[in-house]
């Protein structure tokens, strides 16, 4: 029987039989594996059972599901493959599947999604463009820089997830021996803009109050990060 060995660093924390069709993972105590940790959504992903084979599919989440280290919507799994989600690692193993058959197009099914609060894994952060019809682009947002030095003066936030720190990824840079290499993350969404901090420590402030979780951004918010000051701004799209 195939099985889940749900793991934080090197340490077993349990295993989980594949004996359902469909198994939830996720934050809230309510999924079949429970990951308790801020960087995993309430429903995060599922694995389901199709043609006697097992899938995981990332339900949408705010940080992602990485197989292997690459970035996955649905992936058939195969023995020994590794899981990423927030900061622990599910393990698959299966006696039966002990060769990765050639790669096949993979089914595209897609559930209602839950996005709750996050604080991403630095080591696999991505950005992950938004792809969205123009009815659904109903805001753009940006940041105007007002004190500090970086790159450009104006940034606009159209990337699903906006990265602020000190590494070459970085969406908005920030200079400094002390910065952090991702200090914070922008999330887009249809009804706005979230900013949190990546750590999960202090040094974000929002109109010069530090905050925990995800902060909803609002027109001229004022954004203080790693020595720069922005200031958030929206408009419509036309």
């Known amino acids: 029987m195939a099985k889940i060995l749900l793991k934080f660093k090197d340490a077993v924390l349990k295993e989980f039989n594949l004996d359902k069709d469909v198994l939830t993972i996720g934050r809230k ?11 995993v959504s309430g429903t995060h ?15 949408n989440s705010l940080n992602g599901t990485f197989v292997n280290g690459k970035k996955i919507s649905v992936h058939h ?6 899981v990423i989600i927030g900061k622990h690692s599910l393990n698959y193993v299966s ?12 089914p595209n099914i897609m559930d209602e999604t839950i996005m709750i609060d996050s604080k991403l894994k630095d080591e696999i952060l991505q950005k992950a463009p938004l792809k969205e019809s123009k009815s659904d682009m109903i805001i753009m947002g940006g940041f105007v820089v007002i004190e500090g030095s970086t790159e450009k003066n104006d940034y606009e936030l159209t990337d699903r997830i906006t990265t602020i720190g000190k590494d070459k990824s ?3 840079h ?9 200090a914070a993350l922008v999330n887009k969404r249809k009804d706005g803009y979230t900013i949190s901090s990546a750590t999960g420590g202090k040094g974000i402030k929002v109109n010069g109050k530090e905050f925990e979780g ?3 951004l609002q027109e001229g918010d004022i954004v203080e990060v790693g020595g720069l000051k922005l200031q958030f701004y929206i408009k419509e799209n036309s």
């Open 77 to 82: 799994l195969t023995n020994n493959d590794v």
């Open 29 to 39: 105590p309510t999924n079949d594996i429970h990951v308790d940790n801020l960087a």
């Open 95 to 106: 006696d039966t599947d002990s060769v990765k058959p050639k790669v096949e197009k993979e």
């Open 174 to 182: 920030l200079k400094g021996l002390f910065a952090p290499k991702i």
């Open 170 to 172: 970085a969406v908005i």
């Open 214 to 216: 995800p902060h909803k």
């Open 45 to 59: 992903a599922r694995i389901f059972k199709k043609d006697d084979k097992f899938y995981m599919e990332d339900l």
